[in-house]
C-alpha cells in the first residue's frame, strides 16, 4: 500500500497522472534512471523481502535512495542538490510517513505527527490540539488518505483553519 | 541509483523530463553565473607563491580535503577516485600542484566537477580553508556569490552533526555489522521532530539488476560509493520499520565551526566518487573522514588500516570524546516485544486474539478492560500489524485491513497511548566488547596436553558476552588456532575457518523467525588410525528455536544440517551426509553463560560413517573485555578440554 498511496499520491502532488499511471500498470520496478525525489515511486523497495533488494542491498548497505539524493550531481542536468523540493515538503512526509500518520492519529500523538504538525507551521503550544482534532476526526482524515496523502494534507490544513478549538488558541495568541 | 552509469531508456523518458523539473531552476542560476572574472595573474603568482613558502600543501587540512593518504613509495595519493575532484591533472598524486591548480581556478568562473560549478563553490571548503590561510583580498580576488552552495547549506539549518548507528542485520550478509550514517541536527529540532533532519551517507551504487557478482565486486571496490541526504525519516522507516534493526543515535559535540566545516566538506564530495569497499573503504570509513574535515586534528582513519567495522567507529569517536547524547530508537519488534512483556497474561492473549481477528474488539469482554488497557492492546496490536505489513508488498496487505479497523478503534478512546520504558534489544553497542579477539588457552586432548592461541578478526559468537550485539547471533569472520601439542616437535594449524555465522531466533506466537547456521573451516580431527588429521568442512543447517522460563531463562533450538568433510583420513578422502543438531543457550548470571549442543550426523555417501558430538562451553566475563571459558568437545573417540583467557580489542 505505502507503494501505491506514493504513486498516487505523487502523481497528484506534481500532476502527471499519465506517465505513472502508465508505468504503474505494468508494475516496474526502478530498472533504468531517475533522480528527482519521484523516484522513490518506483523503487520496488516496499518488497523488501524479496531477494532482489537483499541482493541490492548487500552491497550497498542500504542504498535507499542514493541517488535520488545525491548531492550537487550536477552534470545529470537532473539535481534538486538532494534536498527535497521546500514547497512539498509536507506532502512528501505524508506521502512516505503515511502509515505511521495514521498510528500516530489514532493514539493522538507521536513522532510523526508532531512533525507533520511542524511542517505544517503549528507552534508547539497549539499542537496537543491539533493531536486531539486528529483523533477525533480520525476516520476522516484516513479516508481522505488513502485517495492522496496531500488530499490529507489539504484537509488537516482546511481543519486547522476552521477548528474551533484551534482557530480559539490562535486567536488568543 | 546507477543513473550515471546507465543509458536513458525511451519508456523512462518522460519521468526523466518530469523528474528534472525540480532542478532547473537550480541549474539555470548556475549556467548562467555572469562574465569571466578579470583575472590577476600578479596576485595568483603571488598567492602560490606564499602557499609554496607556508608550506600549505603540507599540511594536515590540505591532506583531509584532498583525502591525501602516504603511499608506499612515501608520496602521497588520494583515496578519490574521480577525476573531476582534482584541479590539476596530477592531482591525485601531487598535493603541491594540486593545490596551486586550485588557487589559480579559483580566479576562473569556469564549471569545474561533476557539479559544474565555479571552483569556489564546487570546493568551497578548500576555498575558505585557503582564503584563511592567505588571507585572499577580495578586491583582487572576487569571491563567487556560490548561491547554490549557500542555499543547500542554510536549508540544514545545522546545529550539531549526529551519528546513527543501525544495528546489524542477520538476515542480510551486508548488514550484518550494521551501518552507520549522520544526521544533521537543525536548529530547534526536539525529539519528536529529529526524523525531519537530513542524513549524510555514503553507499555504494549498485546497478540495478546485479547478479551475483555484486558480492564480489562490492567487496573488492568495482562499485563507485557516492553520498546522498536523505531525510532521516526514510532510514527511519527502512531499518526500524523494515527491517526491525535497532537504531542508536550518538550525537556529536561539535562547534558551529566544525559543523560548517563538515558539510563544506560533504559538499565538496557531491563531486567525488570513491571506489566502495565493504571491508575496508565502506560507510564507517568515509563517514569518519567527514568528521576529521569537521576537526582536523582528530586522526580518526589512520586506526583503520585493514578494515572498519562500523561500531568501530562508534567506539573510537566516543573515546575521542566527541560523543554527548546518545539514545536508541527501538524497532517495530522490540517494540512489540517490549509491549507484550508488559501485558499480563490476559492482555496478553487478547493481543493474539486481535492479531486474528480485530473483529473481537466489539466483545463485551474485550469493552470490559479499562480504557486504558483497551488502548495499551489496540496499539501492541497496532504495532505488530504494522510490522507485519511493512513494505507494502500483497503478501502484507491482509495485515494493514486489519489494522485500520484496530486503529479505527484506538481513535474512539480518549486516553493517552501508555508510556513504557522500551528495552532496546541490541544494547549501546560502544559499550560491548571489542569486535577482535585473542585467546591463550590449555588442556588436555584425550590423554595429551596442548597449548593453544586462537585470535578472531570479527566478531562474535555464541557464547561471547551480547550486550552491545544482537543476541544469540553469531558472526566470525577470519578466526583460527594454533596448537602446540606436548611431546610434538612442532605447534600446528588446530583450527581456521574464514566464516562461521549462527542465528538462533526463539520463535512464539508472534515472531517466526527461522534459526540457520553456516559455517565453513578447517579443523583437526583423529578417526580411525589418522591421529590429528586436517578436515575441511561445509556445514550447513536450519530450524527454530523456542525460548522457556523455566529455569530462568533458556533458549533451545534444534536444526536440520548438511555437512560434507574432506580429509584423508577417509576413503575416497571424502564424506557428505546430514543429521541435526538440538541445543541450548542460557545467561546463568549477567557475566556468565552456557551453551550446550547434541548432534547426530551420518554420512552416506563417501566414507561411510556415522558421528556423535557433544559440546558443553561456559564462558565467565571479568571485564568487559576479558572473559575466561570451558568448552568441552566431543566426538567418537575423541575428548577435548580447553580452557581459555579471551581479551577483547
Known sequence: ?173 | MGFRSHGLEPRNSLRFIFFCCFAAVLQLSTVSAGTPAPTDPSYLRELIERARAAHLADEREWHVLLHYNRNLFGGFTSMQDDPGFFMAPEGKTNPQAELAATLTKFFSDELVGRSKQPAQCAFVARYHWLKDKLQFDDRRLPPQPCERFWRWFNEFNAETISVIFPTGFMNNPASMFGHTFLRIDAKGQTPQTRILAYTINYAAEVPPNAGPEYAFKGVFGFYPGQFSTIPYYLKVQEYRDIENRDIWEYRLDLTEQQVRRLLMHTWELGNAYFDYFFFDENCSFHILSLIEAAEPSIHLLDRFPFYTIPVDTVRLLAESGLVGEVVSRPSRSTLVRRKREAMNDEERAWLNRLIRDPAALRTERFRSFSVDQQAFILETTSDYLLMRGSGGGAEGEPFREKNKSILAARSQLKVPPREIPIEPYVKQPDLGHGTSRIGFGAGWRNDRAFEEINVRAAYQDLLDPDYGYTPNAQIEVMSFAVRHYYNESQARLERFSPLNMTSISPIDSLFQAPSWTLNLGMNTINYGSCQLCTNGYFNGGVGGAVESTLLGRQIFYAMAEVEADASKAYEDNYRIGGGGTFGMLTNLTERWKLVASGTYLRFPLGEKSDDFRWFVGQRFSLTTNLAFRIEYNHRSHDNDVLATLHLYF
Open chain 1, 1 to 173: 500500500m505505502i507503494k501505491r498511496v506514493l504513486v498516487i499520491s505523487l502523481a497528484l502532488l506534481f500532476g502527471l497522472q499519465a506517465g505513472f499511471a502508465l508505468a504503474a500498470a505494468t508494475g516496474n520496478p526502478d530498472t533504468g534512471p531517475g533522480c528527482g525525489l519521484g523516484k522513490l515511486a518506483w523503487q520496488n523497495y516496499p518488497h523488501q523481502k524479496t531477494i532482489g533488494v537483499q541482493v541490492l542491498e548487500a552491497t550497498t548497505n542500504g542504498t535507499f535512495g542514493s541517488g535520488t539524493f545525491g548531492i550537487s550531481s550536477g552534470t545529470s542536468g537532473c539535481t534538486n542538490d538532494g534536498q527535497v523540493w521546500a514547497s512539498e515538503k509536507t506532502n512528501v512526509f505524508a506521502a512516505i510517513n503515511f502509515d505511521n500518520l495514521a498510528q500516530d492519529m489514532a493514539q493522538g500523538r507521536g513522532e510523526h505527527l508532531s512533525s507533520l504538525a511542524t511542517l505544517m507551521g503549528i507552534p508547539a503550544e497549539q499542537q496537543p490540539a491539533f493531536f486531539a482534532m486528529t483523533q477525533e476526526r480520525y476516520a476522516f482524515f484516513v479516508q481522505a488518505g488513502e485517495s492522496s496523502p496531500s488530499a490529507m494534507v489539504k484537509a488537516l490544513n482546511d481543519a486547522v483553519a476552521t477548528q474551533p478549538k484551534l482557530a480559539k488558541i490562535s486567536l488568543n495568541k
